[in-house]
């Protein structure tokens, strides 16, 4: 053994609150590491590292509990890094500037910043860790307002492969900070803490929400993709379309104005198909937050598993794409099941591709769709059924989503980072040169 001990709250295998600290959000992800440090500080952190090296053991960082696929943020007789414990902020009112450590949850943090008078990006769950979701991009309904939540990342602390804690900001370690605007979780090395613009909030603001019978899906559709990626930007709105077993088909999201501006915006919508049920109301913006993230338990954990895709839109869809996704949610068993659509442009696209490492500035809309399953039986013929739509899907989409990230797409550089991948792999030689973070879909270093 070497001289590396482990600090911080650990618990092995067999220790009590292993059983708790073993779920994640996606039951699909879970495995059996051999330890978990929950890190109090980045000197834990450190420690971890250093530990994990000297054992010879396989290593991971988890913040929110919400990897998509397998071995991304858990890793079977490994150690799992968890910076969950590590959830302080602080608010530098005056400066609009806000430092917060990397295990707090989305929800928590853009809740309390909307009380203190302040609007940052937020992604459609609560429970999202803001350590993984800053790293690939991070978008939400305030995107097309205020750029992605890596556009508002300003500076940050990581703790590296030979555990050494540096700091990288716009004069110090600029490619790592680069890098860590869309470059994805963990490839670098471990964060700890994140600095981040902060936007002041309007007083109120209008939220709305929108359901339609199911049948009525490929007509909501056309009408939101026609509508969404050409409204007003400080308009954001995603829509949802449940599998036919669940039958939930709407659309929900915000606006940085008034009621009656809203309408007026809204109305390609609003006359489309019957609507069952319309929701239109001006709210104090910190409601608003609650309105489109109520809050869940954390850590969250859905019921059932779900395995994940996901993909731009840079055209606006004929009807072939819309009759594969018609058939994938007439199929589906999974209640959880669906197809998601949120509007890009705004700030998002005012960004050029190769000034941060997020690449995918100019689509209309994301898209992203998953299947659920409850019992091991069905996943083989769920797992089938999301890689059927991927193939079907090819001519109409590109790219992929680096936090929504699919194991099934074998040239996954080009699809998540397009052209910064050559880039972002001479980075990750320089920070990581023994390529000790390494999982699924890492970035590979290249040393020339």
């Given at each position: 053994?070497?001289?590396?001990?482990?600090?911080?709250?650990?618990?092995?295998?067999?220790?009590?609150?292993?059983?708790?600290?073993?779920?994640?959000?996606?039951?699909?992800?879970?495995?059996?590491?051999?330890?978990?440090?929950?890190?109090?500080?980045?000197?834990?952190?450190?420690?971890?590292?250093?530990?994990?090296?000297?054992?010879?053991?396989?290593?991971?960082?988890?913040?929110?509990?919400?990897?998509?696929?397998?071995?991304?943020?858990?890793?079977?007789?490994?150690?799992?890094?968890?910076?969950?414990?590590m959830?302080?902020?602080?608010?530098?009112?005056?400066?609009?500037?806000?430092?917060?450590?990397?295990?707090?949850?989305?929800?928590?943090?853009?809740?309390g910043?909307?009380?203190?008078?302040?609007?940052?990006?937020?992604?459609d769950?609560?429970?999202?860790?803001?350590?993984?979701?800053?790293?690939?991009?991070?978008?939400?309904?305030?995107?097309?307002?205020?750029?992605?939540?890596?556009?508002?990342?300003?500076?940050?602390?990581?703790?590296?492969?030979?555990?050494?804690?540096?700091?990288?900001?716009q004069?110090?370690?600029?490619?790592?900070?680069?890098?860590?605007?869309?470059?994805?979780?963990?490839?670098?090395?471990?964060?700890?803490?994140?600095?981040?613009?902060?936007?002041?909030?309007?007083k109120?603001?209008?939220?709305?929400?929108?359901?339609?019978?199911?049948?009525?899906l490929?007509?909501?559709?056309?009408?939101?993709?026609?509508?969404?990626?050409?409204?007003?930007?400080?308009?954001?709105?995603?829509?949802?379309?449940?599998?036919?077993?669940?039958?939930?088909?709407?659309?929900?999201?915000?606006?940085?104005?008034?009621?009656?501006?809203?309408?007026?915006?809204?109305?390609?919508?609003?006359?489309?198909?019957?609507?069952?049920?319309?929701?239109?109301?001006?709210?104090?913006?910190?409601?608003?937050?609650?309105?489109?993230?109520?809050?869940?338990?954390?850590?969250?954990?859905?019921?059932?598993?779900?395995?994940?895709?996901?993909?731009?839109?840079?055209?606006?869809?004929?009807?072939?794409?819309?009759?594969?996704?018609r058939?994938?949610?007439?199929?589906?068993?999974?209640?959880?099941?669906?197809?998601?659509?949120?509007?890009?442009?705004?700030?998002?696209?005012?960004?050029?591709?190769?000034?941060?490492?997020?690449?995918?500035?100019?689509p209309?809309?994301?898209?992203?769709?998953?299947?659920?399953?409850?019992?091991?039986?069905?996943?083989?013929?769920?797992?089938?059924?999301?890689?059927?739509?991927?193939?079907?899907?090819?001519?109409?989409?590109?790219?992929?989503?680096?936090?929504v990230?699919?194991?099934?797409?074998?040239?996954?550089?080009?699809?998540?980072?397009?052209?910064?991948?050559?880039?972002?792999?001479?980075?990750?030689?320089?920070?990581?040169?023994?390529?000790?973070?390494?999982?699924?879909?890492?970035?590979?270093?290249?040393?020339?």
């Open positions: 053994m070497g001289s590396a001990q482990l600090t911080g709250r650990v618990i092995f295998k067999g220790d009590p609150g292993y059983t708790q600290a073993v779920k994640n959000w996606n039951p699909y992800v879970d495995v059996y590491p051999l330890v978990f440090v929950f890190a109090q500080n980045s000197y834990d952190v450190s420690n971890a590292i250093k530990w994990a090296r000297e054992n010879n053991v396989p290593l991971r960082v988890r913040s929110g509990r919400h990897a998509l696929d397998k071995n991304l943020s858990v890793v079977s007789d490994g150690i799992v890094i968890d910076v969950s414990d959830n302080k902020v602080l608010l530098d009112e005056k400066n609009a500037i806000a430092t917060v450590q990397t295990g707090i949850h989305v929800g928590p943090l853009v809740k910043l909307a009380r203190d008078g302040f609007m940052a990006p937020f992604g769950s609560p429970t999202v860790g803001i350590g993984g979701i800053t790293m690939g991009g991070g978008f939400g309904v305030l995107s097309r307002s205020i750029g992605l939540i890596s556009d508002n990342l300003l500076a940050l602390k990581m703790v590296d492969a030979k555990g050494r804690i540096i700091r990288a900001n004069s110090h370690n600029e490619d790592l900070l680069w890098a860590s605007r869309g470059g994805g979780g963990g490839n670098f090395g471990y964060n700890t803490q994140y600095t981040f613009k902060v936007h002041r909030a309007p109120t603001a209008t939220v709305f929400n929108i359901v339609w019978p199911w049948e009525q490929e007509t909501v559709f056309k009408a939101w993709q026609r509508w969404a990626p050409f409204a007003d930007e400080r308009l954001g709105c995603y829509l949802e379309i449940f599998s036919k077993v669940n039958g939930l088909c709407h659309a929900e999201g915000i606006f940085l104005g008034s009621k009656p501006e809203l309408i007026k915006a809204l109305r390609p919508l609003l006359n489309t198909g019957t609507p069952t049920q319309t929701v239109i109301k001006t709210l104090y913006y910190p409601d608003c937050i609650d309105f489109l993230d109520p809050d869940e338990p954390i850590p969250g954990r859905s019921d059932q598993s779900v395995k994940f895709s996901s993909a731009w839109a840079l055209n606006l869809w004929p009807q072939e794409p819309i009759s594969i996704m058939q994938f949610l007439e199929r589906a068993t999974g209640t959880e099941t669906n197809f998601f659509f949120i509007n890009w442009g705004g700030a998002i696209s005012r960004v050029p591709s190769s000034e941060t490492a997020f690449f995918w500035r100019r209309l809309f994301y898209t992203e769709w998953n299947a659920s399953w409850e019992h091991k039986s069905q996943e083989a013929s769920n797992l089938a059924s999301v890689e059927r739509v991927r193939q079907l899907m090819k001519p109409y989409v590109t790219g992929s989503y680096v936090n990230p699919d194991q099934n797409i074998e040239n996954f550089g080009k699809a998540y980072y397009g052209s910064n991948f050559a880039k972002l792999q001479k980075i990750k030689a320089k920070y990581d040169p023994e390529n000790v973070f390494r999982f699924p879909q890492s970035i590979p270093p290249s040393y020339h």
